[in-house]
């Protein structure tokens, strides 16, 4: 099963990572590394911007080479004699631009950040990427740094108001959850913290969240805009907004996004944050979210908590879109010879270590997408944008739709796990 095997799994990073001892290699604050992805469908480079030293470090102390190989693209440090102190992966704007047709005729750049403890004394890191072909990580930035280095900026976070919503500990032992307001005006935040609010209640009355609403400390960061809502290019609508989102990327209507990376990851700063909401002021439908990076919704649509709960699980859990039958900007996202880092979508070239032991015997597989399985964790072709050659546990699932009613088995149970790598249960 799955989960003996995870089991397993974590058993042996244990063993390996055991002794790796936060405070032996870290101090209490963060290191923030700052680079641009830039190329286009054939060609790919990797640009070191800055790095700066934020304060507090809020992940977990506890993993340190994370028991997760998700996202794209990786992050590893390693001390002067090579040994691996940290590992965490992520996912990208850029991974998804170099899949579309725009990116065949031009090439853009993006701004991407990482952050990983602040090291005590020099470290290596690497910048890896997935190869398409074998699903392996290789390196693509390699370089040392020296945290008493003068080229790391020591700058004090901008003084921007915030809210504390709820607070439940020690950020080193909970989910830090910082949302950023977009498109709302100064005299907008009582709205703003009124939507959050609303949002995190939807949040923690679905499962798994509803059993972990302790596990999370959560803020509400003021970052006013000079006009209400957000860019609408389709609709020549443009507005000076806090970090510039924008629908459209990438050709897509419903496709919200922001490529200000670096100013989003500078408002963060003023609270400890794992992971950043984006909450846009607009009755537009839409949104976007990518794995340890961020997640962005519209506030104001009736399905914007539906939109938004599904963009947190691609953000903070690396969920898989399940949905096959929707039109997207890219193609080819997936190499159907190589099984998916996603828990939640399978090619069926590693289904063993997926959710094909939480089948049921008199449960066909493949799955027939009928109503007597519509409650039954299976193996339903369709999912990852495609309808052939991708399959997702349940037949309908957040990940897959709005009108579901909530998350599959498979993926709550992913939920559940990340939930308590960052408390440190895991």
């Not at 009736?302 to 939109?307: A, G």
């Not at 072709?381 to 349940?394: D, K, Q």
């Amino acid at each position: 099963m799955k989960y003996y095997w995870l089991f397993f799994f974590l058993l042996c990073s244990n063993i390996i990572f055991g002794q790796i001892n936060y405070e032996h290699y870290f101090t209490e604050n963060a290191l923030r590394i700052d680079f641009l992805l830039a190329g286009d469908s054939e060609q790919e480079e990797i640009y070191l911007q800055h790095l700066k030293k934020e304060k507090p470090w809020a992940g977990t102390t506890e993993n340190l080479v994370t028991p997760f190989e998700y996202g794209n693209y990786a992050i590893k440090a390693e001390n002067k004699n090579g040994k691996v102190i940290y590992f965490r992966g992520f996912s990208t704007l850029f991974e998804e631009w170099v899949t579309t047709e725009l990116a065949k005729n031009e090439k853009r750049a993006f701004q991407q950040t990482i952050r990983i403890p602040f090291p005590k004394e020099k470290v290596t890191i690497k910048i890896q990427k997935r190869n398409y072909d074998n699903g392996r990580f290789y390196t693509i930035l390699k370089k040392e740094i020296d945290p008493k280095s003068h080229f790391i900026t020591d700058e004090n976070s901008k003084k921007i108001n915030y809210t504390t919503i709820q607070h439940n500990g020690s950020a080193t032992s909970k989910a830090d959850i910082a949302f950023i307001s977009e498109g709302y005006r100064k005299e907008d935040m009582d709205k703003f913290r009124t939507d959050v609010k609303k949002i995190t209640n939807y949040i923690f009355n679905q499962k798994p969240f509803n059993n972990h609403k302790e596990d999370f400390n959560i803020y509400a960061i003021e970052a006013a805009s000079e006009e209400r809502g957000t860019d609408k290019p389709d609709e020549a609508i443009y507005r000076n907004t806090a970090i510039n989102s924008s629908f459209n990327t990438f050709n897509s209507p419903r496709y919200l996004t922001s490529t200000d990376t670096w100013r989003i990851r500078d408002i963060a700063a003023v609270v400890p944050y794992d992971h950043i909401i984006v909450l846009t002021n607009t009755e537009r439908y839409g949104g976007g979210g990518f794995y340890n990076h961020l997640s962005i919704s519209s506030a104001d649509h009736q399905y914007s908590q539906e939109v938004l709960i599904h963009e947190f699980g691609h953000g903070f859990a690396g969920l898989g879109d399940e949905y096959y039958n929707s039109e997207v900007a890219y193609s080819d996202f997936y190499n159907l010879n190589v099984e998916p880092w996603e828990p939640n979508i399978t090619t069926r070239t590693d289904f063993s270590s997926k959710w094909k032991g939480l089948i049921k015997e008199d449960t066909p597989v493949p799955t027939p997408r009928e109503p007597k399985y519509s409650d039954k964790i299976g193996l339903f072709e369709g999912g990852g944008y495609l309808a052939e050659g991708i399959y997702s546990p349940y037949m309908d699932c957040r990940m897959k739709s709005n009108i579901s009613s909530g998350f599959c088995p498979v993926c709550q149970k992913a939920i559940e796990d990340m939930i308590l790598y960052y408390t440190g249960e895991l």
